[in-house]
C-alpha cells in the first residue's frame, strides 16, 4: 500500500508539469480555435534555455533566472505564434504554420545544441532524497508539486475570479460579443496566446531536472498535452488541471497497477473520456463551436 | 521534369534529322555515363564506399559517432584503403526503416558504391539483406545488434564488426550469477533489441545458477518516468538489477534508479550501451557503480587503444565511443579485404573479408566468425569518476 501512495505522489509531480504546460494549448485552442503544434517546441525552448543557463549543477539564483529567461522567450514565441496565425483563418494553414514553426525551432535547437542527450540536475539545496513511507523520494519533485497546486491557484483566481479573467472566459465563449462591447480581442488573444507559450517553457524548465533536453521530446510532450486537453475539454482551467492530475495518476499508478497495458493506457483513458463525454470531463462553456 | 517536357516539345516540333540527332546523342549520353559508372566499380585505383549512417533523429549522436570513427582511420591511411584512394559518400539513415532503406538503395543503384558501411538501425539493417544479397554488394553492419543479422537471416554479402545483442547480454551472465547472492531482476525497453540482450543474459545467468527474481518490459520510447517500476523493484526483494536502455531512455532509468535511492542498495548491472558516451556524460554522477558488459571501453589499457583515444581526441576534440571503434575497425576490415581481393567488384571484397584473419583494433583483437559475426572479448566495466569526467573503468575481461 505504502508503495502505491508514493506513486501516486510521483504522478502528482508529473501531473503538476502537465498542467503547466497543457494549460496555454487548452485556452489557445479555445480561445482562438488554434491548433498550436508549435506548443512542444516552445516547451523544448524552455529546456534547452535551462541547460544553456544552468548546465550542471548550478544554484538556486541562477534557477530562477532560467526559469524568468524561458518565459520571456516563451512569451515572445508564442506572440509571434499569435500573429502569424491571425493573418489566415483557415484552420488547416494554421496548423501546418504552427507545425512548420516546430519543425524549424526543434531543428535550429539540435543545430545549436547538438543531438546528444542532455540532462540536468536540481539546484543544489533541492538535489537529495527525502524518506517517505520507508522510500527515497526526490525533494525536488515535491518542489514541483508545490509549484503545481501553487500556479493552479494563482491560475484559476485568475481566470475566474478577476476582471480580466472574465475578459478571457468571455472571449472563449463569443469572441464577437466582446468585441462588439468595445474590448480589443486581438490584444486578448496575443496576451493569452503569449502567457500560454511562457508557462509551457517555463514547464520546460521545470521539468528539466526530470526529463532532461534532447530532440525529440518536443513530440512527446506535445503529444501528452494534448491527451490532457481532449481529456480535460476545451478552453478551461479546471479541465486541463483535471485532466493533467488525471493523466498524471494513469501514468503512474495505472502502470504501478497494470503494467502489462502499460503502452495503452493512456489512450484507453483518453478513449474511455472520449465514449463518456465527447466534449471533455470540464470543457469551457460554448467553446467548441459546432 | 522540365528538362524532359523541354526535350519532347522540341521532338515534336522538329521531326527533322538534327532533332533526332539531339534525342539520340541524350539517350547515348545518358547510357555512356552509367556505363563509365559501373566501369570504375570495377577497376582502376579508386574505390567508391558508402557510409550509411543516421545524422538525423535519435540516433544521430550515435551516426556522428560512427562518421567519425570511419574519418579518423580514413586520414590516419592517406585516405587509402587496401592501397585504393578511397571516395565516400555519406548519407542519412534517420531514425527508421523508412529512411534507412531507400537511403541504401540510392547509394547501391545510384552512387553505384563498392561496399556500404554503417547502419544503426536493426530493422533497416534486416530489411536491408535481400537488397544487398541479391546486388552482390557488401553491407558492412557497424551497429545493428539483431541476432538475426549474423544468424538464421545471414548473407554472404552481410558481415558484422559490431556486436549480436543475445552475446553482450550472455558475457555477463556468469559474472552476474557469481557476485550477486540472490534474485535478479531483469527490466528492459519492450523492442526487439531489449528482448534480445535481457533473452541472451537470462540463458547464461540461469545456465550458471543464478536466480531471477522478476522481469519487466517498459514501453519503447514512451516512458519517461520509471517510479512505478523502481518500486516494484524494490518490492521484489532483488538483489541485482539486470537491464539494457539507450539514448535518453538510458539517461532517465539510470538518474532515476539513484534518485529513488535504488542505486545504494540494489546493484545496477546493464550491457555496455547503458553507459556508453553522450548517455554517460549525461547521467554523470548518478552512473557511478553501474557494472557493464561491452567489448571495448576507452579505458583499456593497451598501447593500440591508447594510441586510438588520443588521436581520437585530437582530431574529433572528444572520447571516443564504442560506436566509434565499430566503424573504426569497419575501415581497417575493409582496408585488408580491398588488398587481398582481386578486383574492387562486390563479389570479390565479400570474398576477400571471409579472409582477412584477426584485427588489431582498439578493443583488442577480434576476427570474423563463420556466419561473419565478430568474435571478440567482452570485458566487464565499472563507472568511475575521473577527475570531473566519468569513465568505464575496466573491471576485467567475461568469457
Redesign the interface.
Known sequence: MD?YL??VL?GLA?GSLLFAIALGLSLVFGMMDVLNLAHGAIYLVGAYVAVALTG?GAGPAMFVAAVLAAAAAGAVLGGALAGMTRATPHHLDQALLTLGVALVVAESL?VVF??????L?APAPLDG?VQILG????VYRLLVIAFGAILALVVYRLVERSRLGAVIRATVADRAMVSALGIDTGRVLVGVFAAGAALAAVGGVLAGP???A????DE?VLLLALVVVVVGGLGSVRGALLGAVLIGQV???G??LL?EY??FL?FAAMAAVLLMRPAGLLPAPTAVRA | MGVLSAVLRSLRRTTTISGLAVGALALSGCAGSSLDQSGSQGSGDEVKLGLLVPLSGVYAPLGEDMRDGFQLYLDQHGGRLGGKTVRVVTVDEGETPQTGVPAAQKLVTQDRVTAVVGVVNSATALGLRDFFHESKVPLLVANAGADAITGERSSPYVWRTSFANGKVGAALGPAVAEEVDGGVYLITADYAAGREMVGGFRKAFEAAGGKIAGEKYTPFGKTQDYQPYLSAIRNSGAKAVFSFYAGAEAVNFVKQYKQFGLADRIPLYGTGFLTEGGVLNAQGASAVGVKTSLHYSTELDTPINKAFVEAYRTKHGKAPTVYSVQAYDAAAALDKAIAKADGTGGEDIAEALGGIGTIDSPRGPWSFDADHDARQKYYLREVRSDGGSFVNAVLGELD
Not at chain 1, 135 to 138: E, G, K, L, R
Not at chain 1, 214 to 217: A, E, N
Open positions: 508503495t508514493v506513486t510521483n508529473m550542471d539540435t547538438g543531438s546528444d542527450v542532455h540532462s540536475a532524497g522510500q527515497t523520494y526526490p526530470i526529463l532532461g534532447q530532440p525529440g521530446l512527446k501514468q503512474a499508478l502502470v504501478a503494467p502499460a503502452s493512456l
